[in-house]
């Protein structure tokens, strides 16, 4: 069975530093990870996702990722933040059931930026 | 034009009714979702449902389930609600054989009194 943790439930950071925001994964098999976004009282948005290929995967809104299997992780950074990416993120990873895409979700981590 | 869309947007009733969920995609998607996010934000997926083949999490009480009408609905009645059923409810669809990527509605924010 595949799983998914987030080592930090709150991440404050000021405007304009830089943020990593950490994702560890367990997996006996190759897996599928994502990083989804949910703004407040919105549902959650596709950051970006690594299937294969190349490790570093670059998302929307500045965001990239990094694919590690030696060190089973996939964090999550941005060179510079704004107001505006304060929100919860989450890690994914799916577990593929019949047909379906069943995503299992890490407990998220909440970034919140600091003017 | 909304990808996915739940009503209502916020429910509140008493213990012991029996409520409804619906969801709709207008992306012609062939699998849908529902997930459950409690107090501290966890999700954790309750069904799948992908051309008549459900995928349900055990974990689920079997006082919810899901009803899909046709490819583009999947409905969640949950009946004798209980307190520990207030949460956001999420629907989300994808495409099997796609690129994997799960649309989610805004959620339906539940709460029992």
């Known amino acids: 069975a595949q799983s998914v943790t987030q080592l930090d439930s709150q991440v404050p950071v000021f405007e304009e530093a830089p943020v990593e925001l950490r994702c560890n994964y367990s997996s006996s098999v190759s897996v599928y990870l994502f990083w989804y976004v949910q703004y407040p009282n919105q549902g959650l948005q596709l950051l970006l996702k690594y299937l294969s290929g190349s490790t570093l995967v670059k998302g929307i809104n500045g965001f990239e990722a990094e694919f590690n299997k030696s060190q089973t992780s996939f964090h999550l950074r941005k060179p510079s933040v704004h107001i505006s990416d304060t929100a919860e993120y989450f890690c994914a990873v799916i577990s593929p059931r019949g047909r379906a895409n069943n995503l299992f979700f890490g407990t998220g981590t909440r970034l919140t930026v600091i003017p | 034009d909304t990808a996915v869309s739940q009503t209502p947007k916020y429910l509140v009733t008493q213990m012991g009714n029996d409520k409804s969920i619906k969801c709709e995609q207008n992306?012609?998607?062939?699998?849908m979702y529902w997930y459950k996010q409690d107090s501290k934000k966890f999700l954790k997926i309750m069904f799948s449902?992908?051309?008549?083949?459900?995928?349900i999490n055990e974990t689920v009480p079997n006082r919810f389930s899901p009803k899909s009408p046709d490819k583009a609905h999947l409905n969640l009645h949950i009946n004798s609600l209980e307190l520990g059923d207030s949460a956001v409810y999420f629907c989300?669809?994808?495409?099997?054989?796609?690129?994997?990527?799960?649309?989610f509605g805004s959620g339906t924010q539940l709460s029992v009194l």
């Open positions: 989300a669809s994808s495409q099997s054989g796609g690129d994997e990527k799960l649309f």
């Open positions: 992306l012609g998607h062939d699998t």
């Open positions: 449902y992908n051309n008549k083949e459900l995928i």
